[in-house]
């Protein structure tokens, strides 16, 4: 009987803990959506903002995150693959290798607003970029940087050892063992990974403060030498910022909205992603 | 049988992972086109000394080998030898199927690829692999398929046809059958002494009534050494050391 009661206590708290946090997160979409879908139409998302921010679209923030994001991905992708190659298939275990990863674990534990901080130091002041659209994304990649190695390695890790003795066992070197059978396996692991991390990329305000990021330009074309509109910033400035607060609410929502769907979408093709490699096994 | 030329030779073969001390003063030698079990309970170092002919444990940095490993008198741990070269000619079946994730073709096709044979020549030694290893009819009209689809026992077959694809000297096979089912691991054994007409195979195996059906000669390793070899008949039949008559009759292991 007591065993019973213990299973039944076991699987109420389970229940219990898995339904609050779906509430949550119903109640918070369910906001969203419902005071920003009125403001979303296909003039928000392709027009300028006008009126000094109270009418007018959000294209500008849009661009600026599809391209801060973009760039993010060139720059964390190759180096976090790389290094997380080095660390899992090169790297013998000594100390050295265990700072590495030590320190890496501690990098993605960072505050956001270091990075920024790092950022206008390195790449705004000492490399002279100024405020930026390449300082932000650049900041951005290094922060991405730990998660991408962190997951990557990860992907690699669970690779088995009798698929590189596969290769090796053939003729290949330890090199075209990685290149031909261990990414290739590895690779559905590595994109969720990079997607996640990005998703999480597009939606941080912190980094891109000091570097680049501003409230208002006129123009769409994100230059590279250039301040830049953000979606996360904008919703920033919308509901905290501006001299008419109550006014641009629905204009915030519907920010919200729009940057909700632009991460969701990446989740959405990290799911995609796996999906199509579970149907290839 | 003993007329045979030797093909493989451990000498004086000393191996340790770390501190420990896995293979002690090996001393062995493998005639060509003969079929060698080598036999012992789990942990002898059977496997550990099979890896060594193909330099599997290259990529262990905690390995450390000493003595000489002979393929037709050459060292094949000398520096005028790569290792690549080693494996392409001292092939490989592992234990448990190891398919590359890629087509049953491109599982063939990989290792002529990057062993640069020419790009003509390759369908055919794909075509002629699969026959060897009596795939082919049960694959021919699925060659795009992922390997991976395929059975157990029909991936482990795809294996042994992608080492001799590379027409190798010596094939080593680390219990290949231990994860198949009676049938599949008939179509190996068979397959198998098919094979000994071209190449010299040394075979790990837990299985002794395998050992005694595919073997011609059997090697009883015990705690990293070599306790006895010979004839298999006489080892199952006529052991010299207690310690080997012991383990065939099943008393340990």
Known sequence: ?281 | MSNEPIKLAAQHVDLWFGKKQVLKNINITFPKNIVTALIGPSGCGKSTLLRCFNRMHDLSPDAHIEGKFLLDEQDIYNQKISATEVRRRIGMVFQKANTFPKSIYENINYGLKINDVPKADRPGIVEQALKESYLWDEVKDNLDMPATRLSGGQQQRLCIARTVALRPEVILMDEPCSALDPLSTAKIEELIVELKKDYTILIVTHNMQQAQRIADKTVFMYLGEIIESGNTKSIFTDPQEELTTNYVKGHFG
């Open chain 1, 1 to 281: 009987m007591s065993k019973k009661l213990a299973s039944i206590l076991e699987w109420g708290t389970l229940l219990i803990s898995t339904g609050t946090v779906c509430f949550f997160l119903v109640v918070i979409m369910w906001d969203i959506i419902s005071k920003g879908a009125a403001s979303l139409s296909w003039d928000f998302i392709t027009a300028l903002p006008t009126d000094g921010m109270t009418k007018g679209g959000i294209l500008p923030a849009i661009i600026g995150t599809v391209l801060l994001t973009l760039i993010t991905a060139l720059v964390a992708a190759p180096f976090g693959i790389s290094c997380a190659i080095y660390l899992n298939e090169y790297a013998s275990d000594n100390w050295t290798t265990r700072i590495i990863r030590a320190s890496i674990r501690n990098l993605a534990g960072v505050p956001s607003i270091i990075y920024g901080l790092f950022g206008l130091a390195l790449f705004v002041q000492g490399l002279h970029m100024g405020t930026s659209l390449i300082s932000a994304g650049l900041t951005l990649g290094l922060l991405s940087l730990p998660y991408i190695i962190i997951t990557t390695e990860e992907a690699l890790r669970r690779i088995p050892a009798s698929t590189r003795e596969a290769a090796l066992a053939v003729g290949a070197t330890q090199l075209e063992s990685i290149r031909d059978v261990v990414l290739p396996s590895a690779i559905p692991g590595i994109l969720t990974g990079i997607v996640l991390t990005l998703s999480r990329a597009a939606g941080e305000t912190a980094p891109i403060l000091f570097t680049g990021v501003a409230f208002y330009i006129n123009n769409p074309s994100g230059y590279l030498n250039q301040e830049f509109m953000a979606l996360p910033y904008h919703l920033y400035m919308l509901s905290t910022q501006h001299q008419a607060i109550e006014q641009v609410r629905p204009l915030a929502y519907g920010t919200a909205l729009v940057l909700i769907i632009v991460v969701f979408l990446l989740n959405l093709s990290a799911f995609y992603i796996r999906y199509k490699h579970s149907k290839n096994e």
